[in-house]
Antibody, heavy 115, light 107 residues
Framework: QVQLQESGPGLVKPSETLSLTCTVS????????WSWIRRSPGKGMEWIGYTHHSGPSNYNPSLYSRVSMSIDTSRNQFSLRLTSVTTADTAVYHC?????????WGRGTLVIVSS | DIQMTQSPSSLSASLGDRVTISCQAS??????LNWHQHKPGEAPKLLIY???NLEPGVPSRFSGRRSGAIFTFTISGLQPEDIATYYCQQSDNLPPTFGGGTKVEIK
């Protein structure tokens, strides 16, 4: 059974870049699509985008200009970068397996944007 | 983006009760509707995909159906371990979008 674990800084300053990594265990990262989803009191659950080791990533148009995702097959990890963050980006960030139907999720990691 | 309207936002029920949650999309999503369970401190879990298909290992007291534009999620006999927030989510169009969630508590 695949398991996912998010990691990264829990505090990011406004205007800086948020960077998170998801480590996948119990399965190969080349077997699936991989997504990032965030959860906040103000916006609820918001899909950020998905990535694949051999195809283009797809991002939520609302974040398109600030987001990028990548995969490291040697480490079985995938990553999220979100630039120019504001307080509105404060959320719990979950990584998940799947393109549009996440069928395995990580517990999530809280990222607070504050100076 | 497709807007998902989920109701109620919270409910309180007794153990053994039948619990029903509704979800409606702002446009046709065919049967591309999923239900996720999220317990505090745990990873969310996909329970139902494609309106009514249970993920392997999900108890049969959970069910989903569609009636026209309304999707419903039912717990037939609420158990203590069912205390969680439940989200509907459409997977028909990108970006996938979620309902606001329903927090289920024990009365």
């Amino acid at each position: 059974q695949v398991q996912l674990q998010e990691s990264g800084p829990g505090l990011v300053k406004p205007s800086e870049t948020l960077s998170l990594t998801c480590t996948v265990s119990g399965g190969s990262i080349t077997d699936s699509y991989w997504s990032w989803i965030r959860r906040s009191p103000g916006k609820g659950m918001e899909w950020i985008g998905y990535t694949h080791h051999s195809g283009p990533s797809n991002y939520n148009p609302s974040l398109y200009s600030r987001v990028s995702m990548s995969i490291d097959t040697s480490r079985n990890q995938f990553s999220l970068r979100l630039t120019s963050v504001t307080t509105a980006d404060t959320a719990v960030y979950h990584c998940a397996r799947g393109k549009a139907t996440p069928d395995s999720w990580g517990r999530g990691t809280l990222v607070i944007v504050s100076s | 983006d497709i807007q998902m309207t989920q109701s109620p936002s919270s409910l309180s029920a007794s153990l053994g009760d039948r619990v029903t949650i509704s979800c409606q999309a702002s446009q046709d999503i065919r049967s591309s509707l999923n239900w996720h369970q999220h317990k505090p401190g745990e990873a969310p879990k996909l329970l139902i995909y494609g309106t009514s298909n249970l993920e392997p290992g999900v108890p049969s007291r959970f069910s989903g159906r569609r009636s026209g534009a309304i999707f419903t999620f039912t717990i037939s006999g609420l158990q203590p371990e069912d205390i969680a927030t439940y989200y509907c989510q459409q997977s028909d169009n990108l970006p996938p979008t979620f309902g606001g969630g329903t927090k289920v508590e024990i009365k």
